[in-house]
Nanobody, 123 residues
Framework: QVQLVESGGGLVQAGASLRLSCAASGRSISSYTMGWFRQAPGKEREFVTAISRSGNNVYYADSVKGRFTISRDNTKNTVSLQMNSLKFEDTAVYYC????????????????WGQGIQVTVSS
């Protein structure tokens, strides 16, 4: 399995931007659908976004569409999540995830998870 480590989280004010990065090791991410999930206090983990192996296909949850952008660099084995116009309700622990399936957005299909990183948006 591929190992994932997130970075770039922190505390920001509503309306600000933040960029999360995910560094992969152990295997090339070129064989994986990559994505991000998040979990807010007291809530279940929810899908945020996913990107296909080549990067040609991306999908976003309605709650982040138009504000978040996922990207990947298979040569650097990294995935990024640019988050703009952050809202209080974006506060959560964000997880970088990887799936061996050619395309999926289903939580159970993502076998590899990072340790998570906290993003806090103050209102």
């Amino acid at each position: 399995q591929v190992q994932l480590v997130e970075s770039g989280g922190g505390l920001v004010q509503a309306g600000a931007s933040l960029r999360l990065s995910c560094a992969a090791s152990g295997r090339s991410i070129s064989s994986y659908t990559m994505g991000w999930f998040r979990q807010a206090p007291g809530k279940e983990r929810e899908f945020v976004t996913a990107i296909s192996r080549s990067g040609n296909n991306v999908y976003y949850a309605d709650s982040v569409k138009g504000r978040f952008t996922i990207s990947r660099d298979n040569t650097k084995n990294t995935v990024s999540l640019q988050m703009n116009s952050l809202k209080f309700e974006d506060t959560a622990v964000y997880y970088c995830v990887a799936s061996g399936m050619p395309w999926t957005t289903v939580l159970s299909a993502f076998q590899s998870w990072g340790q998570g990183i906290q993003v806090t948006v103050s209102s």
